[in-house]
């Protein structure tokens, strides 16, 4: 479970990849900034990105995700993005998938780990393996 506000909403398997259509649940958003809790809905949009397998199955979700507009007048922003602990500002994998993509990847070379993560648990390629390595171990 990534998230106890995600509601599942459909599924469907294509091509041995399981799609998961999902939305939050949350009621009251915190605007990053100021944080006040905005109830007031300003569009919704569709962002997906990679999560670990199911039963040797790649996944992908598919997130209906919500923009709200901030209500604190005093507050420089005027909408926000709904946010998850889960996912990186604009990643397209999951945090618990770059761990495993990580913990794969640590000890071999790029293509090896690329072919392995290719067979069953993401769709990665060898420049994003290095990158995330990079980023590992600066850290």
Known sequence: MLD?????NSYEII???IYLHVESTKQGLQCPLCGSTS???HSRYKRSFQDLPIQGKKVV???TNRKMFCENPQCERTTFAESFAF???KSKKTNRLKDEIFNISNNMSSLAAQRILRGG???VSKSTICLLLKKRNNH
């Open 4 to 8: 106890n506000n995600l509601k599942l």
């Open 15 to 17: 091509d041995g990849i």
């Open 39 to 41: 109830n007031r809905l």
């Open 61 to 63: 979700v598919i997130l």
């Open 87 to 89: 996912l990186s500002h």
């Open 121 to 123: 648990v993401a769709t």
